[in-house]
């Protein structure tokens, strides 16, 4: 198998900018690394050790804190398996619902033309200019009230309709030319076909 050249055809200032960038994002991916070593580390140290001496090689390993981690952990009635599959589905399910949501409704914006759309677009932009830090108290208080905390319905909360990914969509889904879906039409698809079968698979790309 050729490996291909990453700097073949490019000129001194790209393979600069190149060899640059790639060092940031390298030693960028060895942080995380380092980190997850340094947990794994943590982890088998005894207790004193981590506290002492929290850099070092631990003197004396002690895998058996993961086992206690495993069958002591418990918060609210949840053991540590419990808490694995719900963070299983926090990242699963809610980006699936989130990015579905967000296809649907970037969909219809682009497509077609119907009352609030202009004020939905206008909508968007308000929202994504409100810091995050500032709305977050006040969407626990609403989920709370809402009976979603410690809740599977939390997963709800999941479905985002609007913000960069709606923009994203909305412009992809601008750029697909409607005589596919007209093409479509005339053979006898109707709208959610068209969608599903035609839009949305040329839109994978932006999903990644």
């Known amino acids: 198998m050729r490996i291909r050249n990453p700097y073949k055809g490019k000129t001194r200032g790209e393979i600069i900018t190149y060899t640059v960038a790639s060092v940031i994002m390298g030693l960028f ?119 979603f905390i410690d809740s599977p319905t939390l997963i709800i909360t999941g479905i985002g309709n609007f913000g960069g990914n709606f923009l994203y969509f909305l412009s992809c889904f601008k750029g697909i030319s409607n005589t596919y879906g007209e093409a479509a039409r005339i053979d006898g698809a109707g709208h959610m076909k068209i969608m599903l079968k035609i839009n949305f698979p040329m839109a994978a790309g932006t999903t990644s």
Request: hydrophobic fraction near 55%; charge should be negative.
């Open 29 to 147: 991916a060895f942080s995380y690394v380092l980190a997850f070593g340094w947990a794994v580390l943590a982890g088998a140290n005894p207790h004193q050790g981590i506290v002492l001496h929290p850099f070092e090689w631990p003197e004396k390993w002690q895998w058996v804190n993961y086992i206690d981690v495993m069958e002591l952990l418990e918060v609210r009635g949840v053991d540590f398996w419990g808490m694995i599959i719900n963070t299983l589905i926090l990242v699963i399910i809610m980006p699936v619902l989130g990015i579905a949501g967000t296809m649907v409704l970037s969909y219809a914006c682009a497509k077609y033309t119907f009352p609030g759309k202009n004020f939905m677009l206008a909508l968007n932009i308000v929202i994504m200019t409100l810091p995050i830090y500032g709305t977050t108290g006040a969407a626990y208080r609403m989920y709370s009230d809402l009976g």
